[in-house]
């Protein structure tokens, strides 16, 4: 099992560009997440599914899309990069489901605007 | 609105120093508090904690919950430099039933010299 893969590791953008980030999960697991990491400002949510289908917002969402494609992945795209979007993004997924919340986060994608 | 506070937000200790970490949180309808180390790349899951007053351990680490106080303690015994990472707490937040969002604290970063 390859747990949480993520694409690309690393990318440079200029400012206006656009791409898409894609995350996949071999766990079957219902609920799958998009973070940011900021120095001094922690992880923080952009966009959640709970299931296949569904997608919200989450605290900091503005600039960004989000696609389940399917149960397995989820994707987050930039329409019009920013500097501001400068970060390290992670890609987790969870079961979601009662108690048991515990995420397993994929191995990041360094994001560079310029 | 949700929140997550860890402190201290830094800590140096010495090899085979005993250290505590804390976590205190507000989060809507809770359920449980879960605490991630944070190396170099994505955050890695060390405990979830549901009741209060039981202890997790594992090794040299170990937590526990307080419920009334809305607070958690995670300890790390006789560290060592392998340690050195940043500490995660983060709360789940129910929304419609299940726990489908984790709100994280920023964070303590220890580092453990030799």
């Known amino acids: 099992n390859a747990g949480v893969t993520q694409t690309p590791k690393f990318q440079v953008l200029k400012t206006g560009q656009s791409m898409t980030l894609q995350c996949a999960q071999d766990m079957n697991h219902n609920s799958m997440y998009w973070y940011r990491q900021d120095p001094g400002m922690g992880l923080r949510l952009i966009y959640y599914?709970?299931?296949?289908?569904?997608?919200d917002k989450g605290e900091v969402p503005n600039g960004y899309n989000v696609s389940r494609l399917n149960k397995r992945e989820f994707s987050l795209r930039l329409e019009s990069a920013a500097p501001s979007q400068t970060s390290v993004y992670f890609c987790?997924?969870?079961?979601?489901?009662?108690?048991?919340?515990?995420?397993?986060f994929g191995p990041g994608t360094r994001l560079t605007v310029l | 609105e949700d929140k997550v506070v860890q402190s201290p937000l830094s800590l140096v200790v010495h090899e085979g120093d005993t250290v505590t970490l804390n976590c205190s949180y507000e989060v809507t309808n809770f359920r449980s508090l879960l605490w991630y180390k944070q190396e170099k790349k994505a955050p890695t899951f060390l405990f979830m904690l549901?009741?209060?007053?039981i202890e997790k351990k594992s090794g040299r680490l170990s937590s526990i919950l307080d419920k009334k106080e809305l607070f958690s303690i995670l300890n790390i015994t006789a560290t060592q430099t392998g340690d050195s990472a940043v500490y995660l707490c983060a709360g789940p937040s129910n929304s419609g039933g299940s726990n489908y969002k984790l709100t994280f604290g920023k964070g303590t970063l220890l580092t453990v010299n030799p």
């Open positions: 549901t009741s209060s007053g």
């Open positions: 599914s709970a299931s296949e289908g569904t997608t």
């Open positions: 987790a997924s969870g079961s979601g489901t009662g108690l048991y919340n515990e995420q397993f």
